[in-house]
């Protein structure tokens, strides 16, 4: 059952005349993994400050646990743990020690603070490191420092800003296996905001496609591509030995049913088609005596979402600048709720 813990309703947010956040609608549940994917400037950090209370909404509103964020921050604060894209500890002090300082600070009884201060470095992976000073920590190691810190809130929701930003591969891989460990075990809401297309792809149960001020799309990775992709949703590459002749190949293609565009590349085939058409094309090329050599069928991930949504961005604004605005919102209408 699906329970609505994060509502925005049309948040906006002008900077002067700058529109940073245009007319947010959006809904999270309980549990969700959701990110926030965009470029830099796309107003993701303006939503989350509007949605921990820390700046105020031109208009709409945002209710987090049900608190309305910008009239009752103080509770908002209690229900989420918000980790910035850098986060900062005292360099002489121990992890424990910096870990056991913050928990005072929130205001966790003293008999009680450092034992739990030891399971949330334990939780977040850094019990072995809880001694070291944390000057001598690795950019992953601190952001797991952090998120123990968030974590030491006992919050319901944890807001990420960009939490891999600096990371070495192998770390993100860890970073991001643990926070989906610990939406999982503890039922917590996750909230990431990236521009890192793969990552929020690995973790996220849902994305927000954010540009310009605006979510130009969200659903998952399948609702994405479908809608994107509505015109030739299924596509195979075969690979031949040779391709003697392309335009007579792509003719005698384009007559197998379902199949609505062939580009033929080299000895490269991509064929386009609105149903799952590889049997039809497997049986196309060995019954007319092609050498094939490959056949893949790909699946569109946030990659192909992301660079359609950009090269047609692009080409719209070479052609008319002032007209991106539009394209936008006509090119993503269809996936929005609102
Ligand atoms: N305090 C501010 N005063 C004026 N303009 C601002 C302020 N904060 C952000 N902006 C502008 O608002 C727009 C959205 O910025 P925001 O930081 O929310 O984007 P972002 O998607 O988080 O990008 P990044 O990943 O670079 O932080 C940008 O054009 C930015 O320059």
Redesign the pocket.
């Known amino acids: 059952m699906e329970q609505p813990i994060i509502e925005i309703n049309g948040l906006t947010k002008y900077?002067?005349r700058?529109k940073?956040v245009d007319n947010l609608h959006l809904t999270i549940n309980k549990g969700e993994i959701f990110g926030l994917l965009?470029p830099?400037?796309?107003?993701?950090?303006?939503?989350i400050l509007m949605l921990l209370g820390l700046t105020e909404p031109s208009s709409g509103e945002a209710h987090i646990c049900g608190f309305n964020a910008s009239r009752h921050p103080i509770p908002v604060k209690r229900k989420v743990g918000y980790m910035p894209d850098s986060v900062g500890f005292y360099n002489e002090l121990t992890a424990l020690e910096n870990l056991t300082y913050m928990g005072r600070l929130n205001g966790i009884p003293e008999a009680t603070v450092k034992a739990l201060a030891r399971d949330m470095l334990a939780e977040v992976g850094l019990e072995s490191a809880m001694n070291k000073k944390t000057g001598t920590f690795s950019r992953g190691m601190k952001q797991r420092l952090g998120l123990a810190d968030v974590l030491i809130k006992q919050p319901e929701i944890i807001i990420l800003d960009?939490p891999t930003l600096g990371i070495d591969p192998a770390g993100v891989r860890d970073f991001l296996e643990l926070i989906r460990q610990l939406s999982q075990q503890q039922g917590l809401t996750i909230l990431l905001?990236s521009?890192h297309l793969h990552q929020v792809q690995q973790v996220c149960n849902r994305v927000g496609i954010?540009v310009g001020?605006q979510l130009l799309a969200e659903g998952n990775m399948q609702t994405l591509a479908a809608g994107l992709f509505r015109s030739a949703p299924y596509m195979v590459q075969v690979t031949l030995k040779t391709i003697q002749d392309p335009a007579a190949l792509e003719r005698a293609l384009l007559q197998l049913p379902a199949i609505e565009k062939v580009v033929i590349t080299g000895v490269l085939a991509e064929i386009y088609g609105q149903e799952d058409i590889t049997p039809d094309i497997v049986r196309f090329f060995a019954g007319n005596g092609f050498d094939v050599t490959g056949v893949q069928k790909k699946t569109y991930g946030l990659d192909e979402i992301y660079q359609q949504y950009f090269e047609n961005n692009l080409k719209e604004n070479a052609f008319n600048e002032k007209s991106s605005g539009l394209f936008q919102r006509s090119f993503f209408g269809r996936f929005k709720k609102h």
Do not use: Q
């Open positions: 900077y002067g700058l940073a965009g830099n400037g796309a107003g993701k950090s303006t939503t960009e905001s521009h954010f001020g």
